[in-house]
C-alpha cells in the first residue's frame, strides 16, 4: 500500500511538471491573450524577451526619446462594423409652397397701422395690419345685411301671427306656408351677406354688429391659422411645435397706402420646417434610390456650426428623389426633410428667434453604401474588420503595412486593405494583426523611414531568432 501511495504522488508530480513545462515552452502563444498588456520597456541596448523575432529587416528600435519626438499613439484595437460612405454636397432650402407664405388684403382700403416689423416673429392669430376700409361693396353688403335682418324680424312675427290664426280657424292653412317661405328666402339673404362679410376678412363679433346696422369701417389682417398655444421653448433653446413659428419676411406696403383686393401686404416665412437639397451624379443615382427606398439613415455635416453649441443632429432620410438633370451641372436633386431648431431672446418685450438652419447653408450628407465585412471559412458567417486612421497605414507599391510595438521595438506587419478615404482605412480582420497587438495609431510613414534609414545603415535591428529561457 505504500509503494501504490509514492507511485501516486510521482505520476501527478510527473503530469504537472510536464503541464509547467508546456506552458511555459508556449507562452507566447497563450500569454498576449491571458494577460493583454503593453510589453514593458527594454533596458538600454537589450531586445525585450519572450518574443520571436521576424524578417532583419521589418523592424525598428526607438530610444524613449524618439518615441515621445513622434507622438506616437499606441493601443490595442477591437473590430467593428464599419460601411463604405460617399459624400454628397448639399444646401439647406425652403420647402416649396410650404414656407414662404404671402398675406394678401382681402378688401380695398387703406392702411392705417402695421403691427409687424420685418424680423419679428409671429403666431396664427397675431395681428399684421389695419385696414380703413374704402370699397362702396364692402359698405353695401353691411347695409344690405342690416336691412336683411330687419325683415327677417319682420317675417318671423308675421308668420307666427298668420300660424296663430290657422290655428285659430279663421285663416287658411295656406297662409302659413307662404309666410314660412319668407322667413326662408330672408334667412339665406342673411347667411349669404353673413359669409361675404366673413370672406372679406371680418371677425364674427364685426359681422354680428354689422347685422344690428353699425357700421364697420376698420379690418385687421391677421396671421392666418388657428391659434395655438406656444410649445416647445425651455431655457431659451426650442425644437419646432404645433404652433407654426413665422417670420415676417419682407413688407410690400407702408402706412397711408391704398391697396386693392388681393394686392399682397407682406410676406410670412416658416423657418420650422426645411429641406436639405442633395445634388448628386447619375452615376450615384442607384445607391440613393436603394437609401430612398429602404429608408437608410443619412448623416449630414453642416458647415460653419461650432461644435457643442447645438444638440447632435439625428441622422436624416431621404424624402424624395427629382427625376430631371440638370443639363448644366449634370446633377440631378433630392431632398431630405429637416426640423429646424431655435434660441429665444427678448426685445422690447417681443420673443425674437435665433434659428439654427437658415436656407443657402452648406451641408456634406455622408450616404452608407456598402457593409465592409469578410467572411469565415463557412461563408456565412461576417467577420468584422479593423478602422484605422490613415496615418497608421503606410503604402509601398501593392503592400499596405502597420507597426506592432514591442517595447523599443516597432515590427512591420503587412494586412490587407478593404477600404481607404481621406480620414479611415479599413483593415481585413484576417490574423495578420489581432486584438492582442498594440497598433501604432499614427506616424507609420515616419516609423516606416527610420526603418529604412536604419536598414541602410545596419543599425538598430534584432536579429532573427527568439529568446528561449
Same mark, same amino acid.
Given at each position: 500500500?505504500?509503494?501504490?501511495?509514492?507511485?501516486?504522488?510521482?505520476?501527478?508530480?510527473?503530469?504537472?511538471?510536464?503541464?509547467?513545462?508546456?506552458?511555459?515552452?508556449?507562452?507566447?502563444?497563450?500569454?498576449?491573450?491571458?494577460?493583454?498588456?503593453?510589453?514593458?520597456?527594454?533596458?538600454?541596448?537589450?531586445?525585450?524577451?519572450?518574443?520571436?523575432?521576424?524578417?532583419?529587416?521589418?523592424?525598428?528600435?526607438?530610444?524613449?526619446?524618439?518615441?515621445?519626438?513622434?507622438?506616437?499613439?499606441?493601443?490595442?484595437?477591437?473590430?467593428?462594423?464599419?460601411?463604405?460612405?460617399?459624400?454628397?454636397?448639399?444646401?439647406?432650402?425652403?420647402?416649396?409652397?410650404?414656407?414662404?407664405?404671402?398675406?394678401?388684403?382681402?378688401?380695398?382700403?387703406?392702411?392705417?397701422?402695421?403691427?409687424?416689423? /420685418? #424680423? $419679428?416673429? =409671429?403666431?396664427?392669430?397675431?395681428?399684421?395690419?389695419?385696414?380703413? @376700409? %374704402? &370699397?362702396?361693396?364692402?359698405?353695401?353688403?353691411?347695409?344690405?345685411?342690416?336691412?336683411?335682418?330687419?325683415?327677417?324680424?319682420?317675417?318671423?312675427?308675421?308668420?307666427?301671427?298668420?300660424?296663430?290664426?290657422?290655428?285659430?280657424?279663421?285663416?287658411?292653412?295656406?297662409?302659413?306656408?307662404?309666410?314660412?317661405?319668407?322667413?326662408?328666402?330672408?334667412?339665406?339673404?342673411?347667411?349669404?351677406?353673413?359669409?361675404?362679410?366673413?370672406?372679406?376678412?371680418?371677425?364674427?363679433?364685426?359681422?354680428?354688429?354689422?347685422?344690428?346696422?353699425?357700421?364697420?369701417?376698420?379690418?385687421?389682417?391677421?396671421? /392666418? #391659422? $388657428?391659434? =395655438?398655444?406656444?410649445?416647445?421653448?425651455?431655457?431659451?433653446?426650442? @425644437? %419646432? &411645435?404645433?404652433?407654426?413659428?413665422?417670420?415676417?419676411?419682407?413688407?410690400?406696403?407702408?402706412?397711408?397706402?391704398?391697396?386693392?383686393?388681393?394686392?399682397?401686404?407682406?410676406?410670412?416665412?416658416?423657418?420650422?420646417?426645411?429641406?436639405?437639397?442633395?445634388?448628386?451624379?447619375?452615376?450615384?443615382?442607384?445607391?440613393?434610390?436603394?437609401?430612398?427606398?429602404?429608408?437608410?439613415?443619412?448623416?449630414?455635416?453642416?458647415?460653419?456650426?461650432?461644435?457643442?453649441?447645438?444638440?447632435?443632429?439625428?441622422?436624416?432620410?431621404?424624402?424624395?428623389?427629382?427625376?430631371?438633370?440638370?443639363?448644366?451641372?449634370?446633377?440631378?436633386?433630392?431632398?431630405?426633410?429637416?426640423?429646424?431648431?431655435?434660441?429665444?431672446?427678448?426685445?422690447?418685450?417681443?420673443?425674437?428667434?435665433?434659428?439654427?438652419?437658415?436656407?443657402?447653408?452648406?451641408?456634406?450628407?455622408?450616404?452608407?453604401?456598402?457593409?465592409?465585412?469578410?467572411?469565415?471559412?463557412?461563408?456565412?458567417?461576417?467577420?468584422?474588420?479593423?478602422?484605422?486612421?490613415?496615418?497608421?497605414?503606410?503604402?509601398?507599391?501593392?503592400?499596405?503595412?502597420?507597426?506592432?510595438?514591442?517595447?523599443?521595438?516597432?515590427?512591420?506587419?503587412?494586412?490587407?486593405?478593404?477600404?481607404?478615404?481621406?480620414?479611415?482605412?479599413?483593415?481585413?480582420?484576417?490574423?495578420?494583426?489581432?486584438?492582442?497587438?498594440?497598433?501604432?495609431?499614427?506616424?507609420?510613414?515616419?516609423?516606416?523611414?527610420?526603418?529604412?534609414?536604419?536598414?541602410?545603415?545596419?543599425?538598430?535591428?534584432?536579429?532573427?531568432?527568439?529568446?528561449?529561457?
Amino acid at each position: 500500500m505504500r509503494i501504490t501511495k509514492v507511485i501516486v504522488w510521482v505520476i501527478a508530480l510527473a503530469a504537472v511538471a510536464g503541464v509547467a513545462v508546456g506552458g511555459y515552452a508556449t507562452r507566447d502563444r497563450w500569454v498576449p491573450y491571458v494577460f493583454p498588456t503593453k510589453p514593458e520597456e527594454s533596458a538600454e541596448g537589450e531586445e525585450p524577451h519572450g518574443h520571436t523575432h521576424g524578417k532583419h529587416d521589418d523592424r525598428v528600435r526607438l530610444t524613449p526619446q524618439a518615441q515621445a519626438n513622434l507622438g506616437l499613439e499606441v493601443s490595442q484595437l477591437q473590430p467593428r462594423e464599419y460601411w463604405r460612405t460617399m459624400l454628397i454636397p448639399g444646401m439647406v432650402v425652403d420647402r416649396p409652397g410650404e414656407s414662404d407664405q404671402a398675406v394678401p388684403s382681402k378688401v380695398a382700403g387703406v392702411v392705417t397701422d402695421i403691427w409687424a416689423k /420685418p #424680423g $419679428r416673429t =409671429v403666431r396664427a392669430g397675431d395681428p399684421l395690419f389695419t385696414i380703413q @376700409l %374704402v &370699397s362702396e361693396f364692402v359698405q353695401s353688403t353691411q347695409r344690405e345685411l342690416a336691412k336683411s335682418a330687419t325683415d327677417l324680424g319682420f317675417a318671423l312675427v308675421e308668420r307666427d301671427r298668420v300660424a296663430s290664426l290657422v290655428a285659430a280657424g279663421t285663416t287658411a292653412g295656406a297662409e302659413v306656408t307662404k309666410a314660412q317661405n319668407v322667413v326662408d328666402r330672408l334667412t339665406t339673404q342673411v347667411n349669404g351677406y353673413r359669409r361675404q362679410l366673413q370672406l372679406f376678412g371680418f371677425t364674427l363679433a364685426q359681422v354680428d354688429a354689422a347685422e344690428k346696422g353699425e357700421v364697420i369701417t376698420e379690418l385687421v389682417i391677421r396671421v /392666418p #391659422g $388657428r391659434p =395655438v398655444a406656444l410649445s416647445g421653448v425651455a431655457g431659451g433653446l426650442g @425644437l %419646432v &411645435s404645433s404652433d407654426p413659428l413665422l417670420e415676417v419676411k419682407g413688407l410690400k406696403v407702408e402706412r397711408g397706402h391704398q391697396v386693392q383686393a388681393g394686392q399682397t401686404l407682406c410676406i410670412l416665412a416658416d423657418h420650422q420646417k426645411l429641406f436639405v437639397e442633395g445634388q448628386a451624379f447619375k452615376s450615384e443615382a442607384a445607391a440613393l434610390d436603394l437609401a430612398a427606398e429602404n429608408k437608410v439613415p443619412i448623416r449630414a455635416e453642416f458647415a460653419d456650426e461650432t461644435p457643442g453649441v447645438w444638440p447632435t443632429q439625428e441622422p436624416l432620410v431621404i424624402e424624395h428623389l427629382l427625376n430631371e438633370v440638370d443639363p448644366t451641372t449634370r446633377t440631378f436633386a433630392f431632398h431630405l426633410p429637416l426640423m429646424n431648431q431655435y434660441r429665444t431672446f427678448l426685445r422690447d418685450g417681443h420673443p425674437h428667434f435665433a434659428w439654427r438652419y437658415r436656407p443657402g447653408q452648406r451641408v456634406r450628407l455622408i450616404v452608407s453604401v456598402e457593409k465592409l465585412v469578410t467572411l469565415a471559412p463557412d461563408g456565412k458567417t461576417e467577420i468584422l474588420p479593423f478602422v484605422l486612421s490613415v496615418g497608421a497605414v503606410v503604402r509601398e507599391g501593392p503592400e499596405a503595412f502597420v507597426f506592432v510595438q514591442n517595447g523599443d521595438y516597432f515590427v512591420r506587419k503587412p494586412v490587407r486593405v478593404l477600404h481607404e478615404d481621406s480620414t479611415d482605412v479599413v483593415i481585413a480582420n484576417d490574423g495578420s494583426i489581432t486584438m492582442a497587438d498594440f497598433v501604432v495609431k499614427n506616424q507609420a510613414a515616419a516609423l516606416n523611414r527610420a526603418l529604412k534609414t536604419a536598414a541602410a545603415s545596419g543599425e538598430g535591428h534584432g536579429h532573427g531568432h527568439s529568446h528561449d529561457h
